[in-house]
């Protein structure tokens, strides 16, 4: 029993947390002439939390894309370059 709370507890920090990261990024995406692409690292900053933990919860979100011409940036699926989107180099 006690696995199970603690596997559903797991799930429930990671969805918040995911959560967390898709609305910070997206409200930072959003405005017109905003950059469409945001690193780690200022992810990290915005949303308190490490860096390894926002690659992993940006890596493991369905909305979220990441950049194959720059390294460690991030994107919301659809508003980021339909190049780097796509793996087109």
Known sequence: MAR???I????????????????????ATRADGA?????TRAIASFTNLPEDRVRYLCSRHPKIVISTKEKEVWGISG?????????IV
């Open 4 to 6: 199970h709370v603690r």
């Open 8 to 27: 559903t507890n797991d799930y429930e920090i990671e969805w918040r947390e995911g959560r967390r990261v898709h609305r910070w990024l997206d409200g």
């Open 35 to 39: 950059t469409k692409w945001r690193s």
């Open 79 to 87: 508003r980021a370059r339909p190049e780097d989107e796509s793996g």
